[in-house]
């Protein structure tokens, strides 16, 4: 149990443009996803906590117009990274909490490549 | 910034050999995960811990959780090639809190 998906598990976009992640638990309700950012060689960051049915709180430095995200169900949470840069570039990672434990799954990340 | 202090950074071991590895802090967490990510992948939560002096084993993983609350270790036994990756500690300060994550200690095992 507790499995978590990404897609796409890669994207390729050019410099502008704007792509969506979606991250979905597959076999339990998550009334709480977060979404991590990773670059090579270094731990997890959070970027935010997406609430079911709610707006996501976003950690501090990270920008909420530029990283739009939606949580419209109990399994379901979608990262959408807007007017994307290469410095946008990275290793974006969701997970999410069993309801019932502190216990957090992660999807398999998705990697986004700007040009 | 991070809060827990994990180590070591890296690790090189024949296999077969055990391996310890630990995560400090300065704070009293609630709970202590630890997981394990392969390159591409996500990490993959190896063993919990939810109290205080809580010993558990997975395999031939043990991780414990730290009497005063401030710390916790990883133990692999009899280490084999597909050990290799970056183990990561992670904890929660409260309840309902994020979680919190050490630097990692990345483990190469030699066959």
């Known amino acids: 149990g507790a499995v978590v998906s990404q897609h796409p598990s890669r994207v390729i976009c050019k410099s502008g443009t704007s792509v969506k992640i979606e991250c979905r638990s597959l076999?339990?309700?998550?009334?709480?996803m977060f979404w991590y950012r990773q670059f090579p060689k270094q731990s997890l960051m959070l970027m935010a906590t997406?609430?079911?049915?709610?707006?996501?709180?976003?950690e501090q430095g990270v920008e909420k117009d530029k990283f739009l995200i939606n949580h419209a169900s109990l399994t379901l949470s979608t990262l959408t990274v807007t007017s994307a840069h290469p410095e946008d570039s990275s290793f974006y990672i969701c997970?999410?909490?069993?309801?019932?434990?502190?216990?957090?799954?992660f999807g398999p990340g998705t990697r986004l490549t700007v040009t | 910034g991070q809060q827990l202090n994990q180590s070591p950074q890296s690790m090189f071991i024949q296999e077969g050999e055990d391996v310890s590895m630990n995560c400090t802090s300065s704070?009293?967490?609630?709970?202590w995960l630890w997981y394990k990510q392969d390159p591409g992948e996500g990490p993959v939560l190896l063993i919990a811990?939810?109290?205080?002096?809580e010993l558990t084993s997975n395999g031939r993983l043990t991780a414990q959780f730290g009497i005063t609350r401030k710390d916790s270790f990883l133990n692999i036994s009899a280490s084999i090639p597909s050990d290799v990756g970056i183990y990561f500690c992670?904890?929660?300060?409260?309840?309902?809190?994020?979680?919190?994550f050490g630097e990692g200690t990345q483990l190469t095992v030699n066959p």
């Open positions: 811990l939810y109290k205080a002096g």
């Open positions: 997970s999410a909490n069993l309801r019932s434990n502190y216990e957090q799954y």
């Open positions: 997406s609430n079911e049915g709610s707006k996501a709180t976003y």
């Open positions: 076999d339990f309700q998550a009334t709480t």
């Open positions: 704070s009293i967490f609630n709970t």
């Open positions: 992670a904890g929660h300060r409260r309840s309902g809190s994020r979680l919190t």
